[in-house]
């Protein structure tokens, strides 16, 4: 027979196509399992949320608890508190935010304790706002964590977090 015989072409490229699927998807998978040794490890993952009991805080006092290596500051406020930082909403800021939109659960406050100068940690119950003072460079936060004095660009960040049954807040 002629090498390359029509009535067999059909077969040859079926068997040829087959091969070729079946190297690719080894080729994806080998691929695949390099990288994702490069992402995050189960002990990394297992550490990603953190569950906290808020019946530990009581109120007018804050806590700062450690998660995902930062400090994460949860104050909680008293009325009076609540009542300073809602009334501060109309206050020229550099980064305006009204708080019931930063605090929705006006009786705490939980933010990452990472000033947004350049990346220190704030004392807390400090500064001119009752809120939170940066020694580094000297930024005001106030009670809401809204930066009001001090070269910081933003207010403090806040991490993801919901709360739980139980008085528990979790985060992550
Ligand atoms: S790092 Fe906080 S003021 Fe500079």
Known sequence: ???????????????????????????????????????AAADVLAMGSLEVDLSNVPVG?????????????????TQDEIEYARKDDDAPMRD?????????????????????????????????????FCPCHGSHYDLTGRIRKGPAPLNLEIPPHQFLEGNKLLLG
């Open 61 to 77: 006092q804050s806590a700062t608890i450690k998660w995902r290596g930062k400090p994460v500051f949860i104050r909680h406020r």
């Open 96 to 132: 305006p935010s009204p708080d019931a939109l930063r605090c929705p659960d006006p009786e705490w406050a939980v933010f990452l304790g990472v000033c947004t100068h350049l990346g220190c940690v704030p004392i807390a119950n400090a500064g001119d706002y009752k809120g939170w």
């Open 1 to 39: 027979r002629l090498r390359g015989d029509p009535t067999k072409r059909a077969y040859t490229y079926l068997i040829l196509g087959t091969t070729k699927f079946i190297a690719a998807s080894t080729i994806r998978v080998l691929i695949l399992n390099a990288v994702y040794t490069m992402s």
